[in-house]
């Protein structure tokens, strides 16, 4: 049985993006006559009553699914008809994992929307967001419920280019500088994307499809007979490596916290909840490809333990709250995939779903914040908001909780998970483990370093020009959703020791089963297993850590920056190194940026000494005493590019006369 | 004595094309030319092409030839004018440029010329006498059929790119008419 | 002359598969009858539009009843040439209606400009159709001649002068090369029909003819513009009239396509790989250059040059396969028609800014167009996403389609390099984007617009074939 | 005795090298289309030279003196562009030097 109706899941965004653009125009031509005039109101509803639309919808596949049947699928489409061995058809797919996120997306998306239709009112260009902000959420949705890869890879550009269009929103703001943001966030993604396409290039041209299904069955086939070992492990790495840049992965996340330079609602939506987990999702969906090549997996737990170490120690000493939270997004990340380099692939979707609440949350708190101390961002000029805006206080307390792990909320069930996954694995795991607790204690002090800074101590602020204030109901609503989301979200994936059923992991089961069974084929018959015992122990020292750091983390930052300070002239080097990333991104400006473009500045002299003459031709006119000479050098340019055609011409030539026969 | 006469041709065509190139006045560059095509006419003619031989004079010669002496003369750049010509030594006036040039053209010559040596020993026939032609050896019949069936097309073809040629010389050539001033002109 | 001869190469087939240049060639007389008889003078755009739409009927046509091989097996007009035949025509349209709104403001010559715009498409389907080595000749020079001209037919604008002829200059020598190169193939095989020669290269070329076929490419590899024959491109396309340089750059860059994808088989066989190394050069020197470009003409330029290297990829990945597979060709057919969509709308949103006098020749100059135009805008950013290669446009599947016949012919490593070099394609797409929509409006006040309905309609032609080729390609592909 | 074929060709490969000399390294536009014309001519040497290599003489090769007939009409119509442009250069600056036009730069 077919199911069209799952196309206008993305449709429906779609369709909200175009009104929205409508208004827009509208806006821009009514603006040419009257100046003054309010930006398209009507466009928040527009997006919202589609974003509703979608979840509703996808509620209501969810509703199908649950019963007997394990998937939709809609007719396919024959986007590339066959004919010379290239035939894509595409359909829309909603199984159990892109259902799970579907309703994530949407259902968080719809939050984050009405919280926005607040957030931004009274901004120029409020049509204009909605409409890329619909846009998005469509080009979301076709990434995730893509029945093929090249599907997905179009929504994978796709979020790729919202991304950029909505970090640059305010390109016309002074400080950050949105437009750079956005374009290092593009080019950054765009080297993912290569591999992405080379990886996909490469399963084409073993498999001979790029549908998941089919893709499945060879990768099955291929993976219990043992062949192809070389080209699985290497297509691994290279959607790895398209994973790594949509993802915010070591060495690809340098963009991410750049990316805060956009409006509060887009870090919540792409950068913390939905775009930034689509590379978790490639892996779970292809999740066989990987568990076939132990080298990919160790590789994708290695750097996301890495990464979760670096962004999570960077997070220490930010001083922009957007700043913390986006690194503390990219540890987060990291811990995802260091649960899908252990093969705990149901782990790693759990924590996409309980971060996608909690940081959510968190997000849009700190937007609320933001918002009512007139765009402040620095957490060392706030301090003692509990008392102006109480709603704010209590639900980013409740996000912070949950990110920092404090035993039975959300966050520590997820986190608790992954680490026990890693510690069964063993072996190099071990080491891994090590480093996603340390991870977990920096995440806990920062959590509440944060909050303290925030909301505790005197006000740094002056307090006769800023009049901190509570945000409108529109936007707190949203948060207390959230909040109560962040709490009670762990019920969907509660510990064995709990003797419930693992919710998630039933539901998912379908979907990694051939991914587990591979695992099992190449250990032979022994999957990571621990006893109750030990995840007992692990559960208590998680919990330990976790309040442990947590308190300390608030204790030391409650009463003013006397800590922070302390920090800064004790260690200015471990401090500069911290609030810097490690010196990453300079490292990248000077590795990687510099030499590009000294190349193309290269090439360009190059060609211009040779061919165009530009510098040559501004020489001879600034010295026009070198004169003669000079113009000798600048003359007959027709002459150059004939002797570089005549140049290769002969070359070939020659290569050819001597050449065989 | 034919062959001698084609090797007194080509030592013409070789020396007159030498001339074309180092000759510091146009006119004389010009005359050179016409010489260089007039040798090449005389070898079409021993080989047995008289029809290209009078089509090398007529054309080449007559019209093209002529229509660049035309120009030089009315660009008045008979006399050496400092501005346009090579003032010292045509050939080195840019030595980087010169020498660049003679290393391009001596390359693809010698390309040429390997290519040539090394592919006489395939060529089908055995390679002499061929100047002068055997007897009764009479290309045009053949040439005027082929060219009106087989080669109709570009041989219409080339009708209309004389026309179109005719119009696009007339656009450029033609004294500026006024054009209006300069409302959408890029300043 | 005996009938029996006549009847034998002028049939039905033949007329079939000339109609499509004697429809073009007869709208050229009637355009210079129109010129010259007043009264005709105002039926001028209906007389070309009414040739192109003709020949186009007549390439139609032919599709449905391909003609192999015409006039003793010098011409063909099968499916493939028909097709391109469509695309230069489209091309040729695009390029006439932008020149419409650019001179608009009376100009003297327009009839001429008229008829040499009508001259040039003749000679790219010669040069598509071409069995027969003199036939493509024609057609080049067919294709040049009107080129040159229109190339610096602003003479008012030195800059327009001089693009003609550095144009001419370096066409000229490439014609030279050709022709020496076609010269020595011909005393090393006796023959210019492209069959026999494919057929002799099959048991191997002489030297001589190998050095030939190296000329040869050489001039072709100058219409394409390959590195390091493209040094002209920046500059002639910066210097002619912009509806002009639409047809160089594409109607003219899909004929040199056409007919080197046609004599591949002439090409010593381990070329390939000296080839694919062209056109991975030649993509880097185009990206790279087009990186540091501050003038989007330029910018454009550099750009085409890049694209032509991934065109290139495809020649060389059709020489390493040996034959002219399904594939290769329907890639570079809908590689070209997109570019000509793709191409052609950016190129003429150029020539109508340019007719606005809005000063925009400097990527500084198009800060705000955003909010200034925003349907221009729009159309501009599609554009430029499809040249990016970015998935639902055009420019993205054709992309896909070069690179999987690269790797179906085992040339992996540079379609991996040409992957590569896409993504720092993007990096100079961009900075145009965000000029347009992220830096505030320069203080020039833009002149009032006059309302520009014919390019208006070019440009939502190309900007829906972008789409639509993006999104149900099968609609093209299915004619192929 | 008579002429081999390679002499015929080697002439018009030294002729064909003399014109690119020439292209290369004047600067006087009209010795510069002057050159084009002799690289032009070593082709129709070598086209004729091939003509009479692969003739017999009841069959003669047509296709090379029929090319070298187009390429003389079509060295005419290229000189007659190419002079209208020198004309066209030689009105705005007064001067038919290649060196005049390298405004086109970035």
């Given at each position: ?76 489409w024959a986007w590339i008809p066959g004919g010379g061995g290239l035939d894509i058809q595409v ?44 846009l998005?959420?469509?080009m979301?949705?076709v ?5 093929n890869m090249v599907g997905t890879f179009v929504g994978w550009e796709g979020?790729g280019l919202c991304?950029y269009l ?17 374009q290092?966030?593009f080019v950054?993604n765009r080297i993912?994307d290569a591999c992405f396409l080379l990886?996909m290039f490469?399963?084409f041209t073993?498999?001979?499809?790029l ?385 590009v473009?000294?190349?193309a500045?290269?090439v360009a002299?190059?060609i211009?000494?040779?061919c165009i ?28 590019y004939?002797?570089w055609m005549?140049?290769g011409a002969?070359?070939i ?9 | ?156 073809a ?6 179109a ?23 | ?16 598969a000339?109609?499509p240049l004697?429809t073009l060639?007869?709208g ?17 755009p209906?007389?070309f539009v009414?040739s192109i739409l003709g020949a186009a009927w007549a390439e139609v046509a032919l599709l449905n009843?391909p ?8 011409y063909s007009a099968d499916k493939a040439s028909a097709l391109w035949g469509l695309v230069f025509l489209a091309s040729t349209l695009i390029a006439w209606v932008h020149a419409r709104s650019y001179y ?9 400009h008229d008829m040499l715009l009508l001259t040039a498409p003749i000679g790219m389907m010669m040069m598509a159709g071409a069995l027969?080595?003199?036939v493509f000749f024609i057609g080049l020079e067919l294709l040049s001649i009107p080129l040159y001209c229109l190339a610096s037919f602003r003479?008012?604008?030195?800059e327009s002068?001089e693009a003609g002829?550095k144009y001419f200059?370096l066409g000229?020598f490439s014609v030279?090369l050709f ?15 492209l ?21 040869v490419l050489g001039s072709l590899l100058f219409k394409l513009s390959v590195w390091p024959f493209h040094l002209w491109v920046p500059d002639v396309y910066q210097g002619a009239p912009t509806p002009v340089t639409i047809l160089m750059a594409t109607g003219t860059k899909a004929a040199a396509l056409a007919f080197t994808l046609r004599i591949t088989g002439l090409l010593?066989?381990?070329s390939a790989g000296l080839i694919a190394l062209l056109a991975v050069l030649t993509m880097a020197a185009g990206n790279l250059g087009a990186l540091v470009q501050s003038n989007l003409k330029r910018l454009l330029a550099y750009s085409g040059v890049a694209h032509a290297g991934t065109l290139l990829l495809l020649v060389a990945a059709q020489r390493a396969s040996g034959e002219l597979s399904y594939e290769a060709t329907s890639a570079a057919l809908f590689y070209m028609a997109a570019y000509v969509a793709t191409a052609g709308g950016a190129f003429g949103l150029l020539a109508w800014l340019e007719a606005d006098?809005e000063?925009f020749t400097q990527i500084?100059s198009l800060?705000?167009l955003g909010?200034?135009r925003p349907a221009m805008a729009a159309a501009m950013t599609l554009f430029l996403l499809s040249l990016g290669g970015i998935p639902a446009t055009g420019g993205f599947l054709a992309k896909w389609m070069v690179f999987s016949v690269t790797l179906d012919a085992h040339l992996t490593g540079y379609a991996i390099a040409g992957v590569l070099m896409s993504v720092i394609a993007l990096a100079y797409y961009l900075r145009v984007i965000a000029a347009m929509y ?14 520009r309905t014919d390019a208006m309609l070019a440009t939502a032609f190309c900007a829906a074939a972008v789409l639509v080729m993006g999104v149900l390609p099968s609609v093209f592909l299915g004619l192929i | ?103 086109l730069e970035d």
């Open positions: 049985m077919t199911h069209d109706w799952l196309w206008l899941i993305p449709a429906l965004p779609l369709l909200g993006s175009l009104l929205c653009a409508l208004q827009h125009a509208q806006v821009l031509r009514g603006r040419a006559t009257n100046p003054d005039l309010q930006p398209g109101v009507g466009a928040g509803a527009t997006a919202i009553a589609a974003m509703a639309a979608a979840f509703g919808l996808c509620l209501r596949g969810f509703g199908d699914i649950v019963g007997e049947t394990e998937l939709l699928q809609s007719s396919s359909a829309m797919v909603l199984d159990r994992l892109s259902g799970a996120m579907a309703l994530v997306v949407t259902g968080v998306g719809l939050l984050i929307h009405v919280y926005a239709a607040g957030y931004m009112r009274g901004d120029a260009g409020y049509a204009k967001f909605f409409a890329f902000l619909n998005f959420v469509t979301m949705l990434l995730i419920l893509s029945g979020v991304s909505l970090i640059g929103f305010w390109y016309d703001r002074d400080g950050g500088n949105p437009g750079h943001a956005a290092k966030a950054v993912g990886g490469l399963l073993t498999f001979g499809t549908d998941y299904a089919n893709l499945i069955e060879g990768i099955r086939a291929a993976a219990m007979g043992g062949e192809n070992a070389g080209t699985l492990t290497l297509a691994a790495l290279l959607l790895f490596g398209g994973a790594c840049g949509k993802s915010a992965q070591f060495p690809l996340f340098t963009w991410l916290p750049d990316a805060m330079a956009g409006p509060t609602p887009v870090s919540a939506l792409i950068h913390a909840a939905t775009m930034v987990t689509s590379g978790i999702y490639l892996v779970i969906r292809l999740n066989p490809l990987f568990a076939a090549s132990e080298v990919a997996l160790f590789l994708v737990a290695a750097i996301g333990a890495a990464t979760a170490l670096i962004a999570g120690s960077s997070a220490l000493r930010q001083r922009d709250l957007k700043g913390i939270l986006a690194y503390s997004t990219v540890s987060q990340l990291g811990y995802m995939f260091l649960a899908l380099g252990s093969g705990a692939w149901v782990a790693a979707l759990f924590h996409v779903i309980t971060h996608a609440f909690f940081k959510a949350l968190l997000f849009l708190g700190a937007g609320s914040v933001i918002h009512g101390m007139h765009e402040e961002k620095d957490v060392h000029k706030m301090g003692g908001l509990r008392r102006h805006m109480p709603r704010t206080f209590i639900t980013f307390t409740c996000g912070a909780a949950a990110l920092s792990g404090l035993p039975l909320l959300s966050g520590f069930f997820s986190k608790d998970e992954i680490l026990a996954h890693t510690f069964a694995v063993g072996g190099a795991w071990w080491l891994l483990w090590g480093v996603g607790l340390f991870t977990a204690a920096l995440t806990a002090y920062y959590s509440w370093r944060m909050v303290a800074l925030v909301f505790f101590g005197e006000e740094r602020f002056d307090v006769a020009t800023v009049h901190p204030h509570e945000s409108p109901p529109i936007m707190t609503v949203p948060l207390m959703v959230l909040a109560a989301l962040s709490l009670v979200g762990g019920i969907i994936g509660l510990p064995a020791v709990f003797h419930v059923p693992h919710l998630l992991g039933e539901w998912l089961d379908p979907v990694v089963r051939t991914g587990n069974e591979i695992l099992e084929h190449r250990s032979g018959g022994h999957l990571p297993h621990l006893s109750h015992t030990m995840e007992w122990i692990l559960l208590g020292l998680g919990s330990a850590i976790a309040l442990g750091c947590a308190h300390l983390g608030f204790h030391r930052n409650k009463n003013g920056l006397a800590a922070e300070v302390a920090f800064e002239t004790d260690h200015p080097k471990l401090h500069g190194a911290l609030s810097d990333a490690w010196g990453i991104d300079r490292a990248y400006y000077a590795g990687v940026v510099t030499p473009r000294f190349l500045a290269l002299v190059f211009d000494a040779f003459d530009g510098a040559i031709n501004a020489m001879a006119d600034a010295a026009k005493r070198a004169g003669t000479r000079l113009k000798a050098f600048a003359d007959g340019q027709v002459a150059s004939g002797l005549g140049g002969a070359v030539a020659l290569l050819w006369a001597l050449g065989g026969n | 004595m034919v062959d001698l006469l084609f090797y007194v041709a080509a030592l013409v065509a070789v020396l007159t094309a030498v001339g074309v190139v180092l000759a510091r006045n146009p006119v004389v560059s010009v005359v050179s030319l016409l010489s260089c095509f007039g040798s090449l006419a005389v070898i079409y003619l021993l080989a047995g092409f008289q029809f290209l031989a009078a089509i090398q004079i007529l054309v080449y010669g007559g019209a093209i030839m002529v229509l660049f002496l035309f120009v030089v003369m009315l660009l008045n750049l008979g006399g050496l004018n400092p501005e346009d010509e090579d003032r010292d030594d045509p050939l080195f006036h840019d030595r980087r440029r010169s020498a660049g040039g003679l290393a391009v053209a001596v390359a693809l010559g010698s390309a040429s010329l390997i290519g040539i040596l090394r592919g006489a020993r395939h060529l089908a026939e055995p390679t002499n006498g061929l100047v002068p032609p055997e007897e009764g050896f009479d290309a045009l019949p053949a040439l005027a059929e082929a060219m009106f069936t087989r080669y109709s097309l570009p041989f219409e080339a009708s209309v790119l004389l026309l040629t005719t119009v696009g010389v007339m656009v450029l050539a033609k004294r500026q008419r006024s054009i209006p001033p300069a409302g959408e002109e890029r300043s | 002359m005996n009938p029996d001869l006549i009847a034998q190469y002028f049939n039905a087939e033949c007329a079939a000339l109609a004697v060639a007869g050229l007389l009637l355009l210079i009858v129109a010129e010259w008889f007043e009264p005709m003078n105002r039926l001028r209906l007389l009414g009843a003609v192999a091989a015409v006039l003793g097996g010098t608009r403001k009376s100009r003297p010559f327009l009839g001429e027969d080595l003199t003479r008012d604008r030195s002068v002829l200059v000229a030279g022709l020496y190169g076609a010269s020595l193939i011909y005393a090393a095989t006796g023959t210019l029909s069959t026999a020669l494919t057929a002799a290269a099959a048991t191997g070329f002489s030297p001589m003819a190998q050095v030939g076929m190296a000329f010593p066989e381990s006098g000063h500084e800060k705000g909010r200034r992220m830096e505030p409006a320069s203080d020039q006040v833009a002149p009032p617009m006059a309302k | 005795m008579s002429v081999p074929t390679e002499h015929l060709l080697a002439l018009a490969a030294i002729l064909f090298a003399i014109g690119v000399a020439g292209f290369f390294t004047r600067r006087n536009l009209i010795v510069v289309l002057m050159s084009i014309e002799l690289m032009l001519n070593a082709a129709n040497l070598t086209f004729v030279a091939g003509s009479r290599l692969h003739s017999s003489t009841g069959a003669v090769q047509v296709d090379g003196p029929i090319f070298v007939i187009f390429i003389i009409a079509v060295a005419a119509v290229e000189a007659a562009v190419g002079l209208a442009l020198v004309i066209a250069l030689y009105r705005q600056k007064q001067t038919v030097s290649l060196d005049a036009f390298a405004r």
